[in-house]
């Protein structure tokens, strides 16, 4: 199939000249413009699809890397149709039929998305020797803060042909952070960036990005004692390995209340995860007020990050000493204060309906997931916590989109992540003294 629509595409586009080749990690394609930003578009792919059941070409463009792997997976499940495949990245799609005329166009920004098939997206495709070669534009469309148009030039293989290219990195940055982060108008100097792999979410992994003013790069777990402001001014984000923010804590020195959450007013730009390290700019795009407090970040950053996935493994049997003889207790000598009795980690109160719960006893976390909205469980599991002798400190930060609970239980604590998903919540636990058997 593939090769008859190249065939046909060649001589009905016979006219159209070939759009000079550039190299994807030295020249942008092209610019997609929303209302309050401008996304450089440096990653092209093109592939074969289908419109209203007639064969097509979509030619798709990013600021980042385009899964490629997720194209194939969703064209195969769908009978070579993409019509259910939506990256979550930023990205413009563009389909054309099989004249070679732009016909459709799908787009999605950091914070909106869209499609339109009106006369203000033009543009044209040749195919030769299984490379998509071409060009298209969307003028100025939509209102208020959904204006929208994009302009891009392409020359890529076809996935599926023999011409077709693996995905090119961007140039590599040198390593390090700068920028500005500021709370309620005072700067922070954030020196320090790392980039560990999170515990993933919506069963995808997750990467945590880790902003401080001190060093935290020998702490193993930085996150929380981050968001305590342990490392000074901080700022934690969760991502998906396209860029997609999961979750955002703001820790300034100049906030009443630190380590809160605000995912809904940051994106990632011009992210990449290559060549053993991850980088890109952090920014909110201007000053943000949560809890009546304000604050901003505008970071450019390169970390080294190697992605992992925690696995358990059985120790070795260790050789038991001898146990010491005992002498008979001393009637005269009291008796010691008992300690608070341990509990172990499969022991703990889950809320009700509790589903998919990991144990990871190397790091001393669970997860799992629960119906419900993110408030409806934390009240639920802050119940069930509580009648099993746990007590909150430090206060809780709930809201629709993130809760973060902190218990103590004895010597053992807890600091609990809740965060919205398909058909309700996920629900991670870091631990302190728990007994992991």
Same mark, same amino acid.
Request: hydrophobic share 35%; net charge neutral.
């Given at each position: 199939? %593939?090769?008859?629509?190249?065939?046909?595409?060649?001589?009905?586009?016979?006219?159209? @000249?070939?759009?000079?080749?550039?190299?994807?990690?030295?020249?942008?394609?092209?610019?997609?413009?929303?209302?309050?930003?401008?996304?450089?578009?440096?990653?092209?792919?093109? #592939?074969?699809?289908?419109?209203?059941?007639?064969?097509?070409?979509?030619?798709?463009?990013?600021?980042?890397?385009?899964?490629?792997?997720?194209?194939?997976?969703?064209?195969?499940?769908?009978?070579?149709? $993409?019509?259910? #495949?939506?990256?979550? +990245?930023? #990205?413009?799609?563009?389909?054309?039929?099989?004249?070679?005329?732009?016909? $459709?166009?799908?787009?999605?920004?950091?914070?909106?998305?869209?499609?339109?098939?009106?006369?203000?997206?033009?543009?044209?495709?040749?195919?030769?020797?299984?490379?998509?070669?071409?060009?298209?534009?969307?003028? /100025?469309?939509?209102?208020?803060?959904?204006?929208?148009?994009?302009?891009?030039?392409?020359?890529?293989?076809?996935?599926?042909?023999?011409?077709?290219?693996?995905?090119?990195?961007?140039?590599?940055?040198?390593?390090?952070?700068?920028?500005?982060?500021?709370?309620?108008?005072?700067?922070?100097?954030?020196?320090?960036?790392?980039?560990?792999?999170? $515990?993933?979410?919506?069963?995808?992994?997750?990467?945590? %990005?880790?902003?401080?003013?001190?060093?935290?790069?020998?702490? @193993?777990?930085?996150?929380?004692?981050?968001?305590?402001?342990?490392?000074?001014?901080?700022?934690?984000?969760?991502?998906?390995?396209?860029?997609q923010i999961i979750g955002c804590q703001v820790s300034h020195a100049a906030h009443a209340k630190r380590g809160f959450s605000s995912?809904?007013?940051?994106?990632?730009? +011009?992210? *990449?995860?290559?060549?053993? *390290?991850? +980088?890109?700019? %952090?920014?909110?795009?201007?000053?943000?007020?949560?809890?009546?407090?304000?604050?901003?970040?505008?970071?450019?950053?390169?970390?080294? #990050? /190697?992605?992992?996935?925690?696995?358990?493994?059985?120790?070795?049997?260790?050789?038991?000493?001898?146990?010491?003889?005992?002498?008979?207790?001393?009637?005269?000598?009291? !008796?010691?204060?008992?300690?608070?009795?341990?509990?172990?980690?499969?022991?703990?109160?889950?809320?009700?309906?509790?589903?998919?719960?990991?144990?990871?006893?190397?790091?001393?976390? %669970?997860?799992?997931?629960?119906?419900?909205?993110?408030?409806?469980?934390?009240? !639920?599991?802050?119940?069930?916590?509580?009648?099993?002798?746990? /007590?909150?400190?430090?206060? $809780?930060?709930?809201?629709?989109?993130?809760?973060?609970?902190?218990?103590?239980?004895?010597?053992?604590?807890?600091?609990?992540?809740?965060? @919205?998903?398909?058909?309700?919540?996920?629900?991670?636990?870091?631990?302190?003294?728990?007994?992991?058997?």
């Amino acid at each position: 199939m %593939l090769r008859s629509l190249i065939a046909l595409l060649a001589v009905a586009m016979a006219l159209v @000249p070939i759009v000079p080749s550039f190299a994807q990690e030295a020249k942008p394609a092209g610019k997609f413009t929303t209302a309050s930003k401008e996304h450089v578009l440096t990653h092209v792919v093109a #592939y074969q699809t289908k419109l209203s059941d007639d064969p097509a070409i979509a030619v798709m463009a990013s600021d980042r890397p385009i899964n490629v792997a997720e194209i194939k997976a969703a064209l195969k499940k769908d009978d070579g149709d $993409d019509q259910n #495949y939506f990256p979550s +990245q930023p #990205y413009v799609r563009v389909k054309f039929d099989k004249d070679g005329k732009a016909v $459709d166009t799908t787009y999605k920004s950091n914070s909106f998305s869209g499609s339109t098939n009106s006369d203000a997206l033009t543009g044209e495709v040749k195919v030769d020797g299984g490379r998509a070669v071409g060009k298209a534009k969307l003028a /100025k469309t939509g209102r208020d803060h959904f204006v929208v148009s994009f302009e891009f030039e392409f020359n890529v293989g076809i996935i599926g042909s023999a011409a077709e290219e693996a995905q090119k990195s961007s140039p590599l940055a040198k390593l390090g952070v700068s920028g500005t982060f500021k709370g309620n108008g005072k700067d922070a100097k954030i020196a320090f960036v790392s980039a560990r792999t999170g $515990d993933g979410f919506a069963d995808k992994p997750s990467i945590d %990005l880790i902003f401080t003013e001190r060093d935290h790069s020998k702490d @193993p777990r930085p996150t929380i004692k981050a968001s305590f402001g342990d490392y000074g001014s901080a700022i934690i984000i969760s991502c998906h390995e396209d860029g997609q923010i999961i979750g955002c804590q703001v820790s300034h020195a100049a906030h009443a209340k630190r380590g809160f959450s605000s995912i809904g007013k940051i994106e990632l730009d +011009q992210f *990449q995860v290559a060549s053993g *390290q991850v +980088q890109g700019t %952090l920014s909110t795009h201007g000053e943000r007020e949560v809890f009546g407090e304000t604050w901003e970040v505008n970071l450019k950053f390169a970390a080294p #990050y /190697k992605s992992q996935v925690a696995k358990t493994e059985a120790k070795p049997a260790e050789d038991k000493p001898a146990k010491p003889e005992t002498s008979k207790p001393d009637p005269n000598k009291p !008796e010691p204060a008992k300690p608070a009795a341990s509990l172990k980690a499969k022991d703990l109160a889950l809320p009700k309906g509790a589903t998919d719960v990991k144990y990871k006893a190397i790091v001393e976390m %669970l997860d799992f997931k629960c119906p419900g909205d993110v408030k409806t469980v934390a009240a !639920e599991f802050s119940k069930s916590l509580a009648a099993q002798g746990w /007590k909150a400190e430090d206060g $809780d930060l709930v809201n629709a989109n993130t809760a973060i609970l902190n218990r103590k239980r004895g010597e053992a604590t807890l600091t609990i992540f809740i965060k @919205p998903a398909s058909g309700g919540t996920t629900v991670n636990l870091h631990t302190e003294g728990l007994e992991w058997e």
